[in-house]
Every structure is written in structure tokens, then in C-alpha cells.
T-cell receptor, first 109, second 116 residues
Framework: RKEVEQDPGPFNVPEGATVAFNCTYS??????FFWYRQDCRKEPKLLMS???SGNEDGRFTAQLNRASQYISLLIRDSKLSDSATYLC??????????FGRGTSLIVHP | DAGVTQSPTHLIKTRGQHVTLRCSPI?????VSWYQQVLGQGPQFIFQ???????GRGNFPDRFSARQFPNYSSELNVNALLLGDSALYLC???????????????FGPGTRLTVL
């Protein structure tokens, strides 16, 4: 089993839709979690950290489920500009980050 | 303020050659990490340097090496290039004040290496 797994998609949704991605991790000692966004042929940029209590930033909500070892990202009211690849990052006990392969989102008119 | 900068932006090499990639972190950032991203995959951690010392190493062969300079800029060196080394090489800096941390990473635009 891979350390961090994501469904590569693509998720193809209309504008205004709500879409959710999951990211599963295998190391139960993992301590920190993030979502990054990567536009085509660009560098990854931090979208949001994932806290144990969950966190929300505008249309984006991130949650952590330690019991089932996954994090999630929910995007409400999707915009065309949300089209990108969403990468989850998990830090294990060694402070080495492991990225998922990313989930591709395409928002169409 | 300038973000993370990397040079060159693109590079074409042949098998067996050596390559040096350069990175300048955001001003004030002492931690620099290197990643390899092949098409269709997420970035894979290669090295992390803090205060000029290696603090973390990913699962890469000894052909990969790096160093950090007193001004916190960094170089990634790859010897004996293989076709499989073709990838986007990303550098990231972090405002971390500790050798090991999970602080936010700020990525540079990357160097796209093609090995023929």
C-alpha cells in the first residue's frame, strides 16, 4: 500500500457544484497534513492546513479523520478558476513530507 | 518580496552527464528542500537543508547530492544522468526556525530537466 493515496480523477463538475476529494495515508503516526493546489505546469501552492478539529476557508473545508486515516477537501460553489490538481501532503514521524499524486479537478461552464 | 527563484528554467542533457540546479529561498528562510516531480505524479522529497546542514533525505540514489550556502541558497547536483531523471525539479523554502518542522513550504517555479 502506498503511503499516501489519492484518486487521480479527473473530477469533471459544473460551475456551482460541490465536490469532495479524499486522501488516505498509511502511517498512523502521521502528524501534519496539508492541501496544496497545482495549476498546469506551475509550482504547488499551499491551499490550507488540515487541523484535527477541521478548518474552513471560504468555500473550502478540510477535515481529518485519524481513525480511518484520511483527510478530505470539500469545495463548495465551484468556480472555473478552481480547475487544478489538488495535492495532499502528509508528514510522518520523521518530518519528511509525502505528497499524493494529486487529484485533477475540471470545472466546466 | 521576491519568492523562491530557481535556475535554469529548462535544461536538456544527455545520459551520463552531470547537472547542477540552483535555488534561492525567500529572504529570511533558512530551510530549503528539493523535490522531483515526474509527469502525473506528486512531488517526491529528495533533500532538506537547514542552516547549511542536511536534515532529511528521501529515497534517492547517491547520484543525487545537494548543499546549502551561507546565504541559504542551495544547489542540487545529479551525476550520471539517466533517462528516468527527466522531471520537474522543485525547490521549496520554509520560514521554519527549527531544523525539523512541518511549516508551510513555498515552492519555486522549478527547473524542467530533460535527459535524452
Amino acid at each position: 500500500r502506498k503511503e499516501v493515496e489519492q484518486d487521480p480523477g479527473p473530477f469533471n463538475v459544473p460551475e456551482g457544484a460541490t465536490v469532495a476529494f479524499n486522501c488516505t495515508y498509511s502511517n498512523s503516526a502521521s502528524q501534519s497534513f496539508f492541501w496544496y493546489r497545482q495549476d498546469c505546469r506551475k509550482e504547488p501552492k499551499l491551499l490550507m492546513s488540515v487541523y484535527s478539529s477541521g478548518n474552513e476557508d471560504g468555500r473550502f473545508t478540510a477535515q481529518l479523520n485519524r481513525a480511518s486515516q484520511y483527510i478530505s477537501l470539500l469545495i463548495r460553489d465551484s468556480k472555473l478558476s478552481d480547475s487544478a490538481t489538488y495535492l495532499c501532503v502528509v508528514y510522518g514521524g520523521s518530518y519528511i513530507p509525502t505528497f499524493g499524486r494529486g487529484t485533477s479537478l475540471i470545472v466546466h461552464p | 518580496d521576491a519568492g523562491v527563484t530557481q535556475s535554469p528554467t529548462h535544461l536538456i542533457k544527455t545520459r551520463g552527464q552531470h547537472v547542477t540546479l540552483r535555488c534561492s529561498p525567500i529572504s529570511g528562510h533558512k530551510s530549503v528542500s528539493w523535490y522531483q516531480q515526474v509527469l502525473g505524479q506528486g512531488p517526491q522529497f529528495i533533500f532538506q537543508y537547514y542552516e547549511k546542514e542536511e536534515r532529511g533525505r528521501g529515497n534517492f540514489p547517491d547520484r543525487f547530492s545537494a548543499r546549502q550556502f551561507p546565504n541559504y541558497s542551495s544547489e542540487l547536483n545529479v551525476n550520471a544522468l539517466l533517462l528516468g531523471d527527466s522531471a520537474l525539479y522543485l525547490c521549496a523554502s520554509s520560514p521554519s526556525t527549527a531544523p525539523l518542522s512541518t511549516d508551510t513550504q513555498y515552492f519555486g517555479p522549478g527547473t524542467r530537466l530533460t535527459v535524452l
